[in-house]
Protein backbone atom coordinates (compact mmCIF):
# COMPACT_ATOMS: atom_id res chain seq x y z
CA UNK A 1 0.00 0.00 0.00
CA UNK A 2 1.39 3.67 -0.67
CA UNK A 3 0.63 6.92 0.63
CA UNK A 4 -0.25 9.57 -1.43
CA UNK A 5 0.19 12.33 0.80
CA UNK A 6 1.43 15.88 -0.79
CA UNK A 7 4.59 16.37 -0.06
CA UNK A 8 6.89 18.16 1.75
CA UNK A 9 3.83 20.63 3.27
CA UNK A 10 2.91 21.95 7.03
CA UNK A 11 -0.11 22.65 9.16
CA UNK A 12 -1.31 23.33 12.55
CA UNK A 13 -2.82 21.14 15.66
CA UNK A 14 -5.79 22.88 17.13
CA UNK A 15 -8.41 21.99 18.53
CA UNK A 16 -12.19 23.02 17.53
CA UNK A 17 -12.95 23.59 21.40
CA UNK A 18 -9.99 25.73 21.50
CA UNK A 19 -10.96 28.75 18.86
CA UNK A 20 -11.50 31.90 20.27
CA UNK A 21 -15.61 32.34 21.29
CA UNK A 22 -17.35 34.74 23.40
CA UNK A 23 -19.54 32.00 24.41
CA UNK A 24 -17.70 28.91 26.53
CA UNK A 25 -15.75 27.06 23.87
CA UNK A 26 -14.98 27.33 20.34
CA UNK A 27 -17.61 26.77 17.25
CA UNK A 28 -18.05 26.33 13.91
CA UNK A 29 -18.81 29.52 13.43
CA UNK A 30 -16.96 33.10 12.50
CA UNK A 31 -13.73 31.96 14.23
CA UNK A 32 -13.18 28.84 12.87
CA UNK A 33 -13.49 30.68 9.60
CA UNK A 34 -10.73 33.36 11.17
CA UNK A 35 -8.70 30.35 12.05
CA UNK A 36 -8.84 28.82 7.94
CA UNK A 37 -7.77 32.77 7.14
CA UNK A 38 -5.00 32.40 9.78
CA UNK A 39 -3.73 29.06 7.86
CA UNK A 40 -3.80 30.37 4.52
CA UNK A 41 -1.97 33.49 5.36
CA UNK A 42 0.61 31.62 7.20
CA UNK A 43 1.16 29.29 4.25
CA UNK A 44 -0.47 26.49 5.86
CA UNK A 45 -1.95 23.48 3.94
CA UNK A 46 -3.88 21.46 6.53
CA UNK A 47 -5.29 22.20 9.98
CA UNK A 48 -5.55 18.91 12.73
CA UNK A 49 -7.35 18.97 14.98
CA UNK A 50 -8.84 16.57 17.99
CA UNK A 51 -12.12 14.06 17.61
CA UNK A 52 -15.25 16.24 17.03
CA UNK A 53 -17.14 14.19 18.83
CA UNK A 54 -19.61 14.66 22.14
CA UNK A 55 -17.77 14.15 24.88
CA UNK A 56 -18.94 12.69 28.46
CA UNK A 57 -17.96 12.27 32.07
CA UNK A 58 -14.22 13.68 32.34
CA UNK A 59 -14.64 15.77 28.66
CA UNK A 60 -12.47 13.65 26.57
CA UNK A 61 -12.76 13.56 23.44
CA UNK A 62 -11.56 10.25 23.29
CA UNK A 63 -14.16 8.68 25.59
CA UNK A 64 -17.34 9.71 23.79
CA UNK A 65 -20.92 8.38 23.95
CA UNK A 66 -20.83 8.30 20.11
CA UNK A 67 -17.81 7.90 17.61
CA UNK A 68 -20.62 9.14 14.77
CA UNK A 69 -22.10 12.07 16.08
CA UNK A 70 -20.71 15.50 16.22
CA UNK A 71 -20.01 17.71 19.37
CA UNK A 72 -23.27 19.57 20.08
CA UNK A 73 -21.17 22.37 22.04
CA UNK A 74 -19.43 23.26 18.90
CA UNK A 75 -22.71 24.20 17.11
CA UNK A 76 -22.20 28.18 16.87
CA UNK A 77 -25.03 30.15 18.67
CA UNK A 78 -24.37 33.01 16.72
CA UNK A 79 -25.61 31.08 13.60
CA UNK A 80 -28.41 30.10 15.11
CA UNK A 81 -29.62 33.12 16.05
CA UNK A 82 -29.08 34.29 12.36
CA UNK A 83 -31.64 31.75 11.50
CA UNK A 84 -34.04 33.67 13.78
CA UNK A 85 -33.73 30.38 16.44
CA UNK A 86 -32.22 32.37 19.12
CA UNK A 87 -32.59 36.10 20.33
CA UNK A 88 -29.63 38.55 21.67
CA UNK A 89 -30.63 38.31 24.92
CA UNK A 90 -30.58 34.53 24.67
CA UNK A 91 -26.74 34.97 22.77
CA UNK A 92 -26.10 37.16 25.74
CA UNK A 93 -27.19 34.75 28.71
CA UNK A 94 -24.48 32.48 27.07
CA UNK A 95 -21.26 34.86 26.72
CA UNK A 96 -18.29 33.04 28.58
CA UNK A 97 -14.87 34.69 27.80
CA UNK A 98 -13.00 32.75 31.05
CA UNK A 99 -9.30 31.39 30.21
CA UNK A 100 -10.64 28.04 30.42
CA UNK A 101 -13.46 25.69 28.86
CA UNK A 102 -15.62 25.11 31.97
CA UNK A 103 -17.59 21.83 31.35
CA UNK A 104 -19.36 22.02 33.97
CA UNK A 105 -21.24 24.84 32.86
CA UNK A 106 -21.68 24.31 29.60
CA UNK A 107 -23.29 20.89 30.33
CA UNK A 108 -26.22 22.83 32.58
CA UNK A 109 -26.57 25.56 31.09
CA UNK A 110 -25.93 25.07 27.00
CA UNK A 111 -29.03 22.65 26.33
CA UNK A 112 -31.20 24.63 27.83
CA UNK A 113 -30.32 27.51 24.72
CA UNK A 114 -30.04 24.43 22.50
CA UNK A 115 -33.54 23.52 23.41
CA UNK A 116 -34.90 27.02 22.87
CA UNK A 117 -33.60 27.01 19.26
CA UNK A 118 -35.19 23.44 18.78
CA UNK A 119 -38.08 24.72 19.73
CA UNK A 120 -38.68 27.47 16.74
CA UNK A 121 -37.06 25.35 14.37
CA UNK A 122 -39.06 24.20 11.69
CA UNK A 123 -37.36 21.53 9.34
CA UNK A 124 -37.45 21.30 5.97
CA UNK A 125 -36.57 19.31 2.56
CA UNK A 126 -32.78 19.53 3.78
CA UNK A 127 -33.56 18.77 7.10
CA UNK A 128 -35.53 15.62 5.62
CA UNK A 129 -32.76 14.25 3.61
CA UNK A 130 -30.44 14.51 6.42
CA UNK A 131 -32.08 12.41 8.42
CA UNK A 132 -32.55 9.65 5.77
CA UNK A 133 -29.16 9.65 4.42
CA UNK A 134 -27.95 9.16 8.23
CA UNK A 135 -30.74 7.07 9.64
CA UNK A 136 -28.20 3.36 9.94
CA UNK A 137 -26.52 5.51 13.05
CA UNK A 138 -28.24 8.85 13.99
CA UNK A 139 -31.81 6.67 15.22
CA UNK A 140 -30.07 4.70 17.52
CA UNK A 141 -27.49 7.62 19.01
CA UNK A 142 -30.76 9.76 19.40
CA UNK A 143 -32.43 7.08 21.07
CA UNK A 144 -29.24 6.56 23.47
CA UNK A 145 -29.56 10.00 24.06
CA UNK A 146 -33.34 10.05 25.08
CA UNK A 147 -33.04 6.92 27.41
CA UNK A 148 -29.74 8.97 29.22
CA UNK A 149 -31.68 11.88 29.38
CA UNK A 150 -34.84 9.95 31.11
CA UNK A 151 -32.59 8.55 33.22
CA UNK A 152 -31.22 11.25 34.26
CA UNK A 153 -27.50 10.07 32.55
CA UNK A 154 -26.97 7.13 34.27
CA UNK A 155 -24.79 4.35 32.05
CA UNK A 156 -26.76 2.28 30.10
CA UNK A 157 -25.81 -0.71 32.51
CA UNK A 158 -28.22 1.07 35.13
CA UNK A 159 -31.33 1.48 32.96
CA UNK A 160 -34.57 -1.00 33.12
CA UNK A 161 -34.04 -4.35 31.39
CA UNK A 162 -36.42 -3.14 28.99
CA UNK A 163 -33.80 -0.39 27.76
CA UNK A 164 -30.94 -2.02 28.39
CA UNK A 165 -31.34 -4.21 25.67
CA UNK A 166 -31.37 -2.65 22.49
CA UNK A 167 -33.69 -4.80 20.20
CA UNK A 168 -36.31 -4.57 23.21
CA UNK A 169 -35.73 -0.30 23.30
CA UNK A 170 -36.52 -0.58 19.84
CA UNK A 171 -39.59 -1.65 20.41
CA UNK A 172 -40.51 1.33 23.52
CA UNK A 173 -38.91 3.81 21.09
CA UNK A 174 -41.97 5.38 19.58
CA UNK A 175 -42.48 7.31 23.44
CA UNK A 176 -39.08 8.96 22.69
CA UNK A 177 -39.78 10.47 19.86
CA UNK A 178 -40.12 13.92 21.19
CA UNK A 179 -36.68 13.85 23.03
CA UNK A 180 -34.99 12.47 19.95
CA UNK A 181 -36.39 14.80 17.47
CA UNK A 182 -33.91 17.44 19.58
CA UNK A 183 -30.61 14.92 19.36
CA UNK A 184 -31.88 14.67 15.50
CA UNK A 185 -31.64 18.39 15.28
CA UNK A 186 -28.40 19.00 17.11
CA UNK A 187 -26.71 16.69 14.84
CA UNK A 188 -28.84 18.55 11.72
CA UNK A 189 -27.20 22.03 12.78
CA UNK A 190 -23.54 20.13 13.43
CA UNK A 191 -23.08 18.92 10.26
CA UNK A 192 -24.62 21.84 7.98
CA UNK A 193 -21.90 24.03 9.93
CA UNK A 194 -19.60 21.14 9.35
CA UNK A 195 -19.57 20.79 5.49
CA UNK A 196 -20.36 25.13 5.07
CA UNK A 197 -16.80 24.89 7.40
CA UNK A 198 -15.24 22.21 5.31
CA UNK A 199 -15.91 23.96 1.83
CA UNK A 200 -14.45 27.46 2.98
CA UNK A 201 -11.10 25.52 3.80
CA UNK A 202 -11.16 23.69 -0.11
CA UNK A 203 -11.40 26.96 -1.15
CA UNK A 204 -8.75 28.64 1.01
CA UNK A 205 -6.71 25.63 -0.29
CA UNK A 206 -6.67 24.10 3.64
CA UNK A 207 -7.39 20.50 4.18
CA UNK A 208 -8.83 19.19 7.39
CA UNK A 209 -7.12 16.31 9.33
CA UNK A 210 -9.44 14.62 11.79
CA UNK A 211 -8.37 12.05 14.77
CA UNK A 212 -10.45 8.84 15.40
CA UNK A 213 -9.81 6.96 18.56
CA UNK A 214 -9.70 3.36 18.60
CA UNK A 215 -11.51 2.56 21.20
CA UNK A 216 -14.76 3.53 22.26
CA UNK A 217 -16.38 4.53 25.49
CA UNK A 218 -18.55 1.90 27.69
CA UNK A 219 -21.26 3.76 28.23
CA UNK A 220 -21.83 4.94 24.16
CA UNK A 221 -24.35 4.11 22.01
CA UNK A 222 -21.93 1.54 19.98
CA UNK A 223 -21.70 -0.84 23.04
CA UNK A 224 -25.53 -0.42 23.93
CA UNK A 225 -26.47 -1.03 20.55
CA UNK A 226 -23.80 -3.77 19.20
CA UNK A 227 -22.89 -6.19 22.36
CA UNK A 228 -21.57 -8.64 20.27
CA UNK A 229 -18.92 -6.86 18.86
CA UNK A 230 -17.03 -6.11 22.61
CA UNK A 231 -15.82 -8.42 25.84
CA UNK A 232 -18.68 -8.11 27.85
CA UNK A 233 -20.65 -10.29 30.43
CA UNK A 234 -24.09 -11.10 30.28
CA UNK A 235 -25.02 -7.61 32.28
CA UNK A 236 -23.28 -5.73 29.68
CA UNK A 237 -20.18 -5.21 31.97
CA UNK A 238 -16.21 -5.03 30.56
CA UNK A 239 -14.79 -8.93 30.98
CA UNK A 240 -11.61 -7.47 30.12
CA UNK A 241 -10.75 -3.42 29.78
CA UNK A 242 -7.73 -1.46 27.56
CA UNK A 243 -4.63 0.35 28.68
CA UNK A 244 -0.88 0.80 28.12
CA UNK A 245 1.40 -1.85 30.58
CA UNK A 246 3.61 0.03 32.54
CA UNK A 247 6.83 1.98 31.90
CA UNK A 248 9.49 4.45 33.26
CA UNK A 249 7.30 7.32 32.79
CA UNK A 250 4.30 5.48 34.49
CA UNK A 251 5.35 2.43 37.10
CA UNK A 252 1.15 1.31 37.40
CA UNK A 253 0.64 1.73 33.28
CA UNK A 254 -2.00 3.72 32.24
CA UNK A 255 -5.58 2.26 32.76
CA UNK A 256 -8.00 3.69 29.86
CA UNK A 257 -11.38 1.77 30.80
CA UNK A 258 -12.36 0.89 27.47
CA UNK A 259 -14.29 -2.29 26.28
CA UNK A 260 -12.05 -4.16 23.78
CA UNK A 261 -13.26 -5.69 20.59
CA UNK A 262 -13.92 -8.98 19.70
CA UNK A 263 -12.08 -8.91 16.38
CA UNK A 264 -13.32 -12.60 15.56
CA UNK A 265 -16.75 -11.54 15.33
CA UNK A 266 -16.22 -8.37 13.73
CA UNK A 267 -14.15 -10.37 11.54
CA UNK A 268 -17.41 -12.47 10.53
CA UNK A 269 -18.77 -9.59 8.16
CA UNK A 270 -15.60 -7.96 7.09
CA UNK A 271 -15.04 -5.54 9.62
CA UNK A 272 -18.53 -3.91 8.16
CA UNK A 273 -18.38 -1.41 11.67
CA UNK A 274 -14.95 -0.41 11.64
CA UNK A 275 -15.88 0.55 7.85
CA UNK A 276 -19.01 2.20 8.69
CA UNK A 277 -16.81 4.17 11.10
CA UNK A 278 -14.06 4.97 8.63
CA UNK A 279 -16.23 6.62 6.02
CA UNK A 280 -18.58 8.59 8.24
CA UNK A 281 -15.07 10.00 9.37
CA UNK A 282 -13.98 10.56 5.60
CA UNK A 283 -17.27 12.08 4.91
CA UNK A 284 -16.13 14.89 7.59
CA UNK A 285 -12.26 14.82 6.81
CA UNK A 286 -9.34 15.04 4.22
CA UNK A 287 -6.90 13.08 6.06
CA UNK A 288 -7.32 10.90 9.07
CA UNK A 289 -4.78 10.08 12.11
CA UNK A 290 -6.01 7.10 13.94
CA UNK A 291 -4.50 7.10 17.36
CA UNK A 292 -2.92 3.48 19.04
CA UNK A 293 -1.93 2.36 16.06
CA UNK A 294 -0.33 -0.08 17.33
CA UNK A 295 -3.76 -1.55 18.98
CA UNK A 296 -4.46 -2.90 15.73
CA UNK A 297 -1.06 -5.30 15.58
CA UNK A 298 -1.43 -6.13 19.63
CA UNK A 299 -3.46 -4.78 22.20
CA UNK A 300 -2.99 -5.07 26.00
CA UNK A 301 -5.91 -6.29 28.11
CA UNK A 302 -6.48 -5.60 31.60
CA UNK A 303 -8.83 -7.57 33.71
CA UNK A 304 -11.56 -5.65 34.50
CA UNK A 305 -12.13 -4.24 38.11
CA UNK A 306 -8.61 -3.88 38.39
CA UNK A 307 -7.48 -0.42 39.90
CA UNK A 308 -3.90 -0.39 37.50
CA UNK A 309 -2.81 -2.17 34.37
CA UNK A 310 0.35 -4.19 36.17
CA UNK A 311 -1.95 -7.37 35.73
CA UNK A 312 -2.64 -6.35 31.60
CA UNK A 313 -1.40 -9.07 28.92
CA UNK A 314 -0.72 -8.57 25.26
CA UNK A 315 -3.05 -10.61 22.69
CA UNK A 316 -2.62 -10.39 18.78
CA UNK A 317 -5.07 -8.40 16.85
CA UNK A 318 -6.08 -8.32 12.97
CA UNK A 319 -4.41 -5.67 11.95
CA UNK A 320 -3.85 -6.73 8.64
CA UNK A 321 -7.18 -7.98 7.57
CA UNK A 322 -8.67 -4.65 8.95
CA UNK A 323 -6.89 -2.40 7.02
CA UNK A 324 -7.16 -4.81 3.91
CA UNK A 325 -11.06 -4.36 4.24
CA UNK A 326 -10.96 -0.36 4.79
CA UNK A 327 -8.46 0.01 1.59
CA UNK A 328 -10.86 -1.87 -0.07
CA UNK A 329 -13.70 0.13 0.86
CA UNK A 330 -11.72 3.40 0.84
CA UNK A 331 -9.23 2.93 -1.65
CA UNK A 332 -8.33 6.57 -2.05
CA UNK A 333 -8.22 7.28 2.12
CA UNK A 334 -5.34 8.92 3.42
CA UNK A 335 -4.53 7.82 6.99
CA UNK A 336 -1.82 9.05 9.19
CA UNK A 337 -0.82 6.09 11.95
CA UNK A 338 -0.34 7.10 15.58
CA UNK A 339 2.34 4.69 16.11
CA UNK A 340 3.94 6.10 19.56
CA UNK A 341 4.15 4.30 22.45
CA UNK A 342 5.66 0.56 23.35
CA UNK A 343 6.31 -0.24 19.59
CA UNK A 344 7.33 -3.97 18.72
CA UNK A 345 8.81 -5.75 15.70
CA UNK A 346 4.84 -6.81 14.75
CA UNK A 347 3.70 -2.87 14.99
CA UNK A 348 6.54 -1.70 12.31
CA UNK A 349 5.41 -4.53 10.41
CA UNK A 350 1.96 -3.45 10.04
CA UNK A 351 3.06 0.28 9.47
CA UNK A 352 5.04 -0.77 6.56
CA UNK A 353 2.37 -3.23 4.99
CA UNK A 354 -0.52 -0.63 5.11
CA UNK A 355 2.16 2.35 3.61
CA UNK A 356 0.98 5.02 6.09
CA UNK A 357 3.03 7.51 7.49
CA UNK A 358 3.85 7.28 10.85
CA UNK A 359 4.42 9.91 13.41
CA UNK A 360 8.00 12.07 14.64
CA UNK A 361 7.24 13.63 17.99
CA UNK A 362 10.87 16.17 18.26
CA UNK A 363 10.26 16.33 21.88
CA UNK A 364 11.19 12.36 22.10
CA UNK A 365 13.96 12.74 19.78
CA UNK A 366 16.85 13.95 22.45
CA UNK A 367 17.78 11.25 24.88
CA UNK A 368 20.18 8.94 22.57
CA UNK A 369 21.76 9.82 19.60
CA UNK A 370 20.30 7.10 18.01
CA UNK A 371 16.59 8.14 17.81
CA UNK A 372 14.18 7.44 15.60
CA UNK A 373 12.74 10.96 16.18
CA UNK A 374 16.01 12.84 15.33
CA UNK A 375 15.35 14.23 11.70
CA UNK A 376 18.54 12.68 10.28
CA UNK A 377 17.30 9.29 11.46
CA UNK A 378 14.15 9.44 9.67
CA UNK A 379 14.21 6.07 7.05
CA UNK A 380 11.68 7.55 5.11
CA UNK A 381 9.84 10.70 4.08
CA UNK A 382 6.54 8.97 4.55
CA UNK A 383 6.03 10.35 7.98
CA UNK A 384 4.40 13.62 9.91
CA UNK A 385 6.88 15.36 12.21
CA UNK A 386 5.53 17.08 15.18
CA UNK A 387 7.26 19.29 17.90
CA UNK A 388 4.89 17.85 20.37
CA UNK A 389 1.66 16.27 21.20
CA UNK A 390 -1.48 16.85 22.56
CA UNK A 391 -0.59 14.45 25.72
CA UNK A 392 2.74 16.29 25.71
CA UNK A 393 3.86 19.10 27.41
CA UNK A 394 3.91 22.73 25.73
CA UNK A 395 7.96 22.92 24.04
CA UNK A 396 8.16 25.81 26.07
CA UNK A 397 7.69 24.27 29.68
CA UNK A 398 9.58 20.79 27.88
CA UNK A 399 12.38 22.85 27.08
CA UNK A 400 12.92 23.72 31.04
CA UNK A 401 12.98 19.86 31.86
CA UNK A 402 15.40 18.97 29.91
CA UNK A 403 18.60 16.91 31.44
CA UNK A 404 22.30 18.33 31.21
CA UNK A 405 22.73 15.57 28.50
CA UNK A 406 19.52 16.05 26.57
CA UNK A 407 20.48 19.51 26.48
CA UNK A 408 23.82 19.30 24.90
CA UNK A 409 22.41 17.03 22.21
CA UNK A 410 19.44 19.57 21.46
CA UNK A 411 22.53 21.96 20.97
CA UNK A 412 24.14 19.63 18.49
CA UNK A 413 21.03 18.50 16.57
CA UNK A 414 19.26 21.48 16.60
CA UNK A 415 21.04 25.04 15.43
CA UNK A 416 20.10 27.99 17.04
CA UNK A 417 18.92 30.57 14.76
CA UNK A 418 20.74 34.55 15.86
CA UNK A 419 17.13 36.63 17.17
CA UNK A 420 15.15 33.39 17.02
CA UNK A 421 14.09 31.72 20.54
CA UNK A 422 14.75 27.79 21.63
CA UNK A 423 11.01 26.95 20.82
CA UNK A 424 11.47 28.47 17.20
CA UNK A 425 14.68 26.52 16.71
CA UNK A 426 12.88 23.44 17.09
CA UNK A 427 9.32 24.16 15.21
CA UNK A 428 12.22 25.11 12.47
CA UNK A 429 14.07 21.94 12.66
CA UNK A 430 10.66 20.45 11.94
CA UNK A 431 9.78 22.41 9.13
CA UNK A 432 13.60 21.42 7.89
CA UNK A 433 12.78 17.70 8.20
CA UNK A 434 12.49 15.10 5.30
CA UNK A 435 9.41 14.34 6.35
CA UNK A 436 6.89 14.81 3.74
CA UNK A 437 4.31 16.86 6.25
CA UNK A 438 5.27 18.89 9.28
CA UNK A 439 2.38 19.87 11.99
CA UNK A 440 2.86 22.30 14.62
CA UNK A 441 0.43 22.94 17.70
CA UNK A 442 -0.77 26.19 17.94
CA UNK A 443 0.91 26.51 21.40
CA UNK A 444 3.95 26.14 20.35
CA UNK A 445 4.01 29.25 17.74
CA UNK A 446 2.70 31.04 20.26
CA UNK A 447 5.21 29.53 22.52
CA UNK A 448 3.08 29.01 25.44
CA UNK A 449 3.84 27.40 28.58
CA UNK A 450 1.87 24.66 30.43
CA UNK A 451 0.47 26.80 32.82
CA UNK A 452 -1.54 28.70 29.94
CA UNK A 453 -1.31 26.37 26.77
CA UNK A 454 -1.06 22.18 27.89
CA UNK A 455 -3.86 20.34 26.53
CA UNK A 456 -3.94 17.13 28.73
CA UNK A 457 -2.21 15.06 30.95
CA UNK A 458 -2.23 11.22 30.48
CA UNK A 459 -3.89 9.44 33.13
CA UNK A 460 -4.78 12.58 35.28
CA UNK A 461 -8.05 13.18 35.88
CA UNK A 462 -8.49 16.88 36.75
CA UNK A 463 -8.17 20.14 34.19
CA UNK A 464 -7.60 18.54 30.51
CA UNK A 465 -9.08 19.69 27.44
CA UNK A 466 -9.57 23.34 29.21
CA UNK A 467 -7.36 25.26 26.49
CA UNK A 468 -8.80 28.45 25.24
CA UNK A 469 -6.79 30.69 22.64
CA UNK A 470 -7.00 34.11 22.70
CA UNK A 471 -8.96 36.06 20.54
CA UNK A 472 -5.49 38.12 20.62
CA UNK A 473 -3.58 35.60 18.81
CA UNK A 474 -3.90 36.39 15.05
CA UNK A 475 -1.57 39.50 14.55
CA UNK A 476 0.31 40.60 11.66
CA UNK A 477 3.46 40.20 13.02
CA UNK A 478 2.71 36.26 13.89
CA UNK A 479 1.35 35.52 10.16
CA UNK A 480 4.47 37.05 8.89
CA UNK A 481 6.71 35.23 11.24
CA UNK A 482 4.97 31.83 10.93
CA UNK A 483 4.77 32.23 7.00
CA UNK A 484 8.33 33.53 6.81
CA UNK A 485 9.58 30.67 8.73
CA UNK A 486 7.17 28.27 6.32
CA UNK A 487 9.34 29.60 3.28
CA UNK A 488 12.80 30.07 4.79
CA UNK A 489 11.81 25.66 5.61
CA UNK A 490 10.88 25.36 1.46
CA UNK A 491 6.78 23.80 3.16
CA UNK A 492 4.99 26.58 0.40
Known amino acids: MKSSHRRHKS ?188 AYAREKGVAMIGDMPIYVAHDSVEVWSNPSLFQLDEEGYPTAVAGCPPDAFSPRGQLWGNPLYRWDVMAEDGFGWWCDRVGQAFSLFDLLRIDHFRGFAGYFSIPYGKVDAREGEWHTAPGKALFDAIRSRFPRAKIIAEDLGHITPDVRELLAYTGFPGMKVLQFAFDCDESEYLPRNFESKNCVVYTASHDSPCTASWLRTLSAEAKARLRRECPHRKGQNRVYDLIELALRSPANLAIIPMQDYLTLPDEKGRMNIPSSREGNWTFRLSPRYNTKALREKIRALTERCGRI
Open 11 to 198: GILLPISALPSRYGIGSLGKEAYRFIDFLSATGQRYWQILPPHPTAYGDSPYQTPSSMAGNPYFIDLGLLAQEGLLSREELEENIDTGCRIDYGKLFSERYKTLRLAHSRFQGGASYAAFLRKNERWLFPYALFMALKVHYDYAPWTAWESEHRDFLLALEGARYFDAEMSFWYFLQYCFFKEWKALR
